[in-house]
């Protein structure tokens, strides 16, 4: 997706798009690669930093012809799919929740649309994401529609009255090395992946973060969503480091023309 971006944009300078600038601070080996291994670097205070860019680890197996856009570029990681995937017995659908599901594989993605990538859905898609840690605020910058999301851990209660937001609002605790984050105030027609699974108004997400070395996210997401889920159920997330690039203006909104032309 981001060589199609290149592509597409050809008429601007690509020294100003700084897509091979050496990241500053990287661990490196001796032929000059970043050194994945390397402890995680820390904060002032001692917790770990979880500042960098970032996208999803586990990709799935390519499908298309060797060469093709979608098998170089656009690499999906199954949870963007289907979130469930890696739970054995799937997701504890609610029989209304079912129903919901299969309807919404009838519809088109909300996400086609331009709408914006929810969390906790983002952690899976194919775009970066920018990690800034400051005292007392974690911000995460997405490359698609210039989205952020704010994770406040300086001691805030959630507001009492919550407007429904699409990543909802986050409030975090560090417990040791691991930051733990609680969400709530979800819009009540959340997608978590492209088949539709739901996440409604009653969801409290959970995500505890932990950086184990340079290289590495991985993320421990919890629902509890009674609405939709017969029980609480959590899947294991995973991120991994990007470094010597930068993110790029990648905006659905300008001139979508894709959606009209997909029932033709």
Request: net charge negative; glycine share 6%.
């Amino acid at each position: 997706m981001r060589t199609l971006c290149i592509v597409l944009c050809l008429s601007v300078s690509m020294s100003a798009q700084w897509l091979h600038l050496p990241t500053a601070g990287v661990p490196r080996n001796a032929d000059g690669s970043p050194n994945l291994a390397a402890p995680a670097p820390k904060t002032a205070d001692g917790k770990p930093d979880l500042s960098g860019m970032w996208i999803g680890r586990d990709i799935l197996p390519c499908q298309e012809p060797s060469g093709s856009v979608q098998c170089t570029e656009l690499k999906l990681t199954p949870q963007v799919v289907n979130i469930g995937l890696g739970l054995k017995d799937g997701l504890p659908l609610q029989p209304s929740a079912r129903d919901l599901v299969k309807q919404r594989q009838k519809e088109i993605d909300p996400h086609t649309r331009c709408m914006p990538p929810n969390f906790p859905r983002a952690w899976s898609f194919p775009e970066y994401q920018k990690i800034l840690q400051l005292p007392g605020l974690l911000v995460v910058l997405h490359e698609f529609n210039a989205s952020y999301r704010q994770i406040f851990f300086d001691g805030r209660t959630f507001p009492e009255d919550m407007t429904p937001a699409w990543s909802g609002y986050s409030v975090g605790r560090w417990e040791g090395s691991t930051l733990v984050v609680e969400s709530r105030g979800f819009r009540d027609d959340s997608w978590l992946d492209i088949i539709g699974n739901p996440l409604t108004d009653r969801a409290i997400v959970t995500e505890r973060i932990r950086r184990p070395n340079f290289g590495n996210l991985e993320i421990d997401l919890t629902v509890d969503d009674a609405k939709a889920y017969t029980k609480t159920w959590t899947v294991n997330l995973h991120e991994k480091i990007v470094v010597d690039t930068e993110m790029m203006d990648f905006m659905c909104l300008e001139n979508e023309r894709d959606v009209a032309r997909m029932f033709k």
